[in-house]
């Protein structure tokens, strides 16, 4: 089973603690200055629903923007934690938060709940961010999983400081990446000059190796198809498989992932059906 990038977790503290050293008068400003970076991007102007975060251990603030004057005209999602899930409620400025897991601040829990698909702009905190549209969270996994339920035409920013916005970040096959960064003095958008193709080789078991007579397939698809995309096209070419698409796991590099995951050039992807096929 594969294991978590072991790199993040000391870059995580690393970065953590640059944070929470931060004087709170910097704070103050830099987050004022972050939030007018937001205000300019044509992807807050026109979005009406955002799901958004409250500030925690010297994040920056971004919920003064819900009373700016075109704030006040969107509809705002802030999470609540149950689990291993973000349970997404409606809030309006004025009502009241209270505690909740790890002490972040959250809405009520009979608020209003919006699903996911609902998002036209999500703004995630990071606690690091790269150049390729990569995030680092707190290991949790909450945001890649709200970003493979998210429509796909939500704009998806992160939001962090200067110094947390680096070159690359170790990652996991499961990270997902961001549409962009924001940070006090600029907006990155992820590198647009990488591979239009990627490589990779497909494990076959049980109905998938019978019907095509091979352990394995090496393939070159576009860029950005996903795990259960492959799949599709699997059964395009041998319909007699669509029976057992809903049944099929997918493995990435020797972790289960959903197959909405996105590959990468030189993935192992895993397509695990019934082994008995039935």
Same mark, same amino acid.
């Given at each position: 089973m594969y294991r978590p990038n072991p790199e993040k977790k000391p870059?995580?503290?690393?970065?953590?603690?640059q944070r929470q050293v931060?004087?709170?008068?910097?704070?103050?400003?830099? &987050?004022?200055?972050?939030?007018?970076?937001?205000?300019?991007l044509p992807e807050w102007q026109t979005a009406q629903v955002i799901f958004a975060y409250v &500030?925690?251990?010297?994040?920056?603030?971004?919920?003064?923007? !819900?009373?700016?004057?075109l704030g006040r005209n969107k509809i705002w999602v802030l999470p609540r934690c149950q689990g291993e899930l973000l349970i997404w409620h409606r809030w309006q400025p004025g009502e009241p938060l209270e505690p909740g897991a790890y002490g972040v601040q959250e809405p009520a829990s009979d608020a209003p709940v919006v699903e996911p698909t609902a998002a036209d702009l999500v703004l995630a905190p990071c606690v690091g961010a790269d150049r390729l549209?990569?995030?680092?969270?707190?290991?949790?996994?909450?945001?890649?999983?709200?970003? !493979?339920?998210?429509?796909?035409?939500?704009?998806?920013?992160?939001?962090?400081f200067d110094f947390a916005l680096l070159d690359a970040l170790p990652t996991d096959p499961w990270d997902r990446q961001f549409e962009a960064f924001c940070t006090e003095s600029q907006v990155?958008?992820?590198? &647009?000059?990488?591979?239009?193709?990627?490589?990779?080789?497909?494990?076959l078991f049980?109905?998938?190796?019978?019907?095509?007579?091979?352990?394995?397939?090496?393939?070159?698809?576009?860029?950005?198809?996903? !795990?259960?995309?492959?799949?599709?096209?699997?059964?395009q070419k041998h319909p007699n498989l669509g029976h057992w698409r809903n049944m099929t796991r997918f493995g990435i590099n020797f972790q289960f992932v959903p197959d909405s995951t996105l590959l990468?050039?030189?993935?192992?992807?895993?397509?695990?059906?019934?082994?008995?096929?039935?």
């Open positions: 870059l995580r503290r690393a970065l953590l603690l931060m004087p709170q008068n910097k704070w103050h400003n830099l &987050s004022t200055a972050l939030r007018d970076r937001i205000q300019s &500030s925690h251990r010297l994040e920056p603030d971004i919920l003064p923007l !819900a009373q700016t004057e549209g990569y995030r680092l969270g707190y290991g949790g996994g909450y945001y890649d999983r709200l970003l !493979a339920e998210v429509r796909s035409n939500t704009h998806t920013i992160g939001v962090c990155i958008h992820p590198q &647009s000059h990488g591979p239009t193709h990627i490589r990779i080789t497909i494990k049980a109905v998938y190796q019978e019907t095509f007579s091979k352990s394995e397939l090496i393939w070159e698809l576009p860029a950005g198809i996903t !795990a259960g995309e492959v799949c599709d096209l699997m059964i990468r050039d030189g993935d192992e992807l895993v397509l695990i059906p019934p082994v008995s096929g039935g």
